[in-house]
């Protein structure tokens, strides 16, 4: 090859990665330094101090990235009263209408302990989110649109119901619906209890045909697929108010958190501590969610 065609084909993969959606890799180790600034914050019961300065830091971030932000502040009655939640969204802008949402909540489980981390659930999944949101900043637009959901509320108080529980995911898919976006969408991706060292991500059936089989995909395509399958039984979980809401989505979850294989005995306690997750398995369901996202372009 004579160098102006080396020049022609330089220019040429210029224009095509200039085009967008240019590549950029997840850092596991970036997520968990993230899952760990969230964490400095603990508790963040919905309603509290706590959550609230979540709220307010995660939307630093998101800022930081270069995304368009919104808090968005809610009342809704709670077995405890009325009480106010705090969605943090960012959006990235793509080159038609369809979106794809990335969520994970961001609140504690209430009334554990005040040394309560929710390092595992809530800390890991917003690492892995902010982390998402900082690589897809950076790859510039694509054929989507995305939004980065952090959503508050999901823990209930008492018992899930119409008003305890899934405040968050439940205000936001009432929005995109009311506003006629439901069929929008391309997927939702809820993430959540993603951090556990031993890692093993179990879809709950309630999930939609769709994104399970671009999971399962995108795992086989990186090598990954047996440390993913699908779980014995439905969850509620923030994924259900966007299914009943129609719109396609998967909750990408490992429930079995603890002190052996098949207990869970570290969720919603003082033992869910950063110590119990890996940035390696943060590593993992970052590329397997960016995996998933280009197959969907
Ligand atoms: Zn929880």
Request: glycine share 10%.
């Amino acid at each position: 090859m004579n160098f102006s065609n080396t020049c022609k084909v330089l220019l040429l993969s210029a224009i095509l990665v200039s085009a967008g959606c240019k590549p950029a890799s997840f850092d596991g180790t970036k997520a968990m330094a993230e899952t760990e600034a969230l964490v400095k914050i603990s508790p963040r019961g919905a309603g509290g101090g706590g959550a609230r300065r979540a709220a307010v830091q995660l939307e630093s971030r998101l800022k930081a990235l270069g995304m368009k932000t919104t808090i968005d502040t809610f009342s809704e009655a709670t077995p405890n009263g009325k009480m106010h939640f705090n969605n943090v969204l960012g959006r990235l802008p793509g080159k038609t209408n369809r979106l794809i949402i990335l969520a994970s909540h961001f609140d504690t489980k209430s009334g554990i302990s005040k040394d309560f981390q929710g390092a595992n659930d809530s800390g890991s999944s917003s690492g892995v989110l902010m982390e998402l949101a900082r690589v897809l900043a950076k790859r510039g637009p694509c054929e989507t649109e995305f939004m980065i959901a952090f959503l508050d509320g999901e823990e209930c108080r008492k018992e899930y119901g119409p008003h305890d529980g899934l405040h968050g995911s439940r205000h936001l898919a009432q929005q995109i619906y009311d506003a006629g976006g439901a069929k929008l969408v391309k997927a939702v991706i809820v993430l959540d209890m993603v951090g556990d060292k031993n890692l093993n991500i179990s879809v709950p059936r309630n999930s939609s045909r769709e994104p399970v089989k671009e999971l399962f995909y995108a795992a086989h395509e990186l090598g990954i697929r047996p440390q993913f399958s699908i779980g014995p039984g439905d969850i509620l979980d923030d994924h259900v108010p966007f299914l009943l809401a129609r719109m396609p989505v998967i909750d990408v979850i490992d429930f079995n958190y603890g002190s052996a294989p098949g207990l869970n005995d570290y969720w919603h306690t003082t033992n869910d501590t950063l110590d119990k997750l890996s940035a390696k398995s943060l590593q993992t369901v970052g590329d397997v969610v960016l995996k998933m996202i280009d197959n969907l372009q």
